[in-house]
């Protein structure tokens, strides 16, 4: 019966976990000690030129690619995993369930963990963008995307607001509840009124409205907490401009370090987009376009260049991840032994529009690290994992009870304890 009873909520792909029953003690796999308290979430539209990022051998022993030199020196803070995907469909419709599992529109994982930790801090998390035209990368329950915070001195304002600045959130966010509220109540009206396919598709509307609500609600119960002071010049203007996704970046990854420093939200995501933007790195103008070069078609003139936008990339990550390290946080630990990063996508290969083998990257978090984790992408191995089992992983460590994500249910505790 219990047995029968876990299957269903598995197959109909229930985000609530079941209370603790003593007859159901051996069959909840055992949750690791928790290490970390935070997770940041970033994502590359355009994916990662994966024959300069995965090394030839696996394990401690592997080599430093090309487009892992940037990390050379924090190699004991990192691991690299390869051969991990959701088993979904192709193409750059499908990027956006890179958090999601299998299922464009579940919860992501980001919202997922802010549902469980978001309520100790001024912000559940915060939904981030390297400047503009980025796709979605963070859902709520009921398909609902959240749009993405795509100017630094934005998100600068929400972080480190003024006495007039709080004024006017507070004023908004009294607004916004009102205005749900009636909503609500005229949604309400018309479930009497529907057939029970319409009324099943309301209530799920309804849940995901009460969610907004209750974030509102959290937010606004929130607004007169200490705001912390930080010395941080942002730069004149804003770099959001597409062949500015770099500069954007940058201090975008500094104001999250400082976001998770003031503990001022617990959860980060940050989109990388990309589009026909044409970069200029070490002050020399590329010759093609991202996208363009993400379908190099193997010229390899193309692939040079596209690597070094990836090497760009991998240098953004290793000054945030050594910025975490520099901060110390409770317990005498680093920030980064207290936060998850992952780095990975949607996108296994642009240039053939594949979403198999996503290339994915964890740092800190008290993660076992410094290796290459070659699991087997084939669908038939016996021991098949999928980039949802990361995630099991993650929400564990953060103490989060986990056993289902999405088509994922064996967690990777094994390989990454």
Known sequence: MNSTRRRFLRNAGSLIALPFMESLRGSIPTTPSTTARNLVCIGAYLGLHTPALYPATHGASYETTP??????????????????????????????????????????????????????????????????????????????????????????RKLFASEADRRRTEYLLKSGKSALDFVLSDA???????????????????????EVETRIGKQLART???????????PAADPIAPNLMIECESVMLDLMALALQSNSTRVLSLVLPGGGQVFTLDGKMLKNG????????????????????????????????????SFPDQNGKSLLDNTIVMFGTGMGDASRHSNDNLPTLIAGGGFKHGR??????????????????LFISIERRLGIESTIFSNATKGLDDLLA
């Not at 993400?294 to 991840?321: T, V, W």
């Open 67 to 156: 487009t892992l030199e940037p990390l050379a020196r924090l190699r004991d803070t990192f691991t690299l995993i390869s051969g991990l995907d959701h088993r979904a469909g192709g193409g750059h419709g499908n990027w956006p369930n890179y958090l999601c599992g299998k299922k464009i529109g579940d919860i992501s994982l980001d919202q997922r963990v802010a549902g469980s930790l978001g309520d100790s801090t001024r912000f559940p998390s915060l939904v981030l963008s390297a400047g503009s035209g980025s796709p979605n990368m963070s859902y709520m329950r009921g398909n609902i995307p959240i749009p993405a915070i795509e100017r630094p001195s934005v998100l600068y």
């Open 188 to 210: 309400k009206s018309l479930s009497s009124t529907v057939n029970s396919n319409d009324r099943a598709k309301l209530d799920e509307y309804f849940t995901s409205l009460r």
């Open 224 to 234: 007169n907490d200490p705001v912390p002071e930080v010395s941080y010049k942002l």
């Open 290 to 325: 991202y996208h363009a070069l993400s379908h190099h078609g193997n010229d390899p003139e193309k692939i040079a260049e596209l690597i070094q936008i990836d090497r760009e990339n991998m240098q953004c990550l290793a000054r945030f991840i050594q910025k975490l390290q």
């Open 372 to 389: 290459h984790l070659a699991l087997s992408s084939n669908p038939s191995a016996n021991d098949q994992r999928l980039l949802g089992d």
